[in-house]
């Protein structure tokens, strides 16, 4: 199931918007958002009911859905929202997605997060070869300036706080051209890839924690 779910979003973004890459992007950068959405409310309703509290959980999943919002400004910036039919197309495919990824990660949490790690492994896809084939052009063009804000001289606390698999600080990417801007977000893809790998481990309710938490605790020698 959740591979068919995967499906139906990879053949809507690679078949009907095959020629349109900003465009394409947008409604990708649209849903792809809302899984988080998704696993924030159900862990919100968990603590509300008294069942068990994860704020570590919050904490990166909401980091996550800034990095994904900041992709999102980007491809807007780009003018892949100009049209209104695509506007139509990833906000009812986001709010389609929103329910059932809430009822799936009410089921089965490792699904659901094995759901997104799918999603982004085909964004990073997406955008490698992107880069492929427009590295030239792309080199040409400057990074537009919510790009800069955000990998520069935004919030960067929410930057580090959503790739788990680093220490805070330790990733500061270049971001002068459009080209750059590309390899950043596809490499942000991957970071939700790990993050997501990262909660679907056997032991994850007791060791996953957010990569300042993880900072902060005393390191073993």
């Known amino acids: 199931m959740i591979r068919i779910l995967v499906g139906i979003l990879v053949f809507v973004i690679n078949v009907v918007y095959r020629d349109r890459p ?3 992007f947008y409604v990708l950068e649209t849903v792809a958002r809302v899984p ?11 603590e509300t009911l008294g069942l068990w509290r994860k704020a570590d959980w ?18 807007e910036s780009l003018g892949g929202s100009e049209q209104w039919i695509d506007r139509f197309v990833a906000r009812h495919a986001a709010l389609l997605y929103y329910w059932i990824i809430v009822g799936i990660y009410v089921i089965s949490p490792r699904s659901a997060y094995q759901f997104m790690e799918l999603v982004e492994q085909h964004a990073y896809h997406t955008y490698d070869v992107f ?9 040409q063009q400057p990074a537009p300036p919510v790009a800069v804000k955000y990998y520069r001289d935004g919030d960067l ?3 580090d706080e959503f790739q788990t698999t680093t220490r805070p600080e330790s990733r500061r990417p270049v971001v002068e051209t459009l080209y750059d801007t590309f390899i950043n977000i ?4 991957m970071e939700h890839v790990k993050t997501m790998e990262a909660c679907q481990l056997p032991d994850a309710q007791r060791t ?14």
Request: aromatic share 16%.
């Open 22 to 24: 900003y465009p394409r």
């Open 36 to 46: 988080y959405f998704a696993y924030m409310s159900v862990l919100h309703l968990y």
């Open 58 to 75: 919050l904490k990166v999943h909401f980091a996550e859905s800034w990095n994904e919002l900041h992709h999102l400004l980007i491809m």
């Open 131 to 139: 880069l492929q084939e427009h590295e030239s052009d792309l080199k």
């Open 157 to 159: 606390y929410m930057f």
């Open 186 to 189: 596809r490499d942000d893809e």
């Open 208 to 221: 996953f924690k957010s990569p300042h938490t993880q900072e902060a605790l005393p390191q073993e020698i």
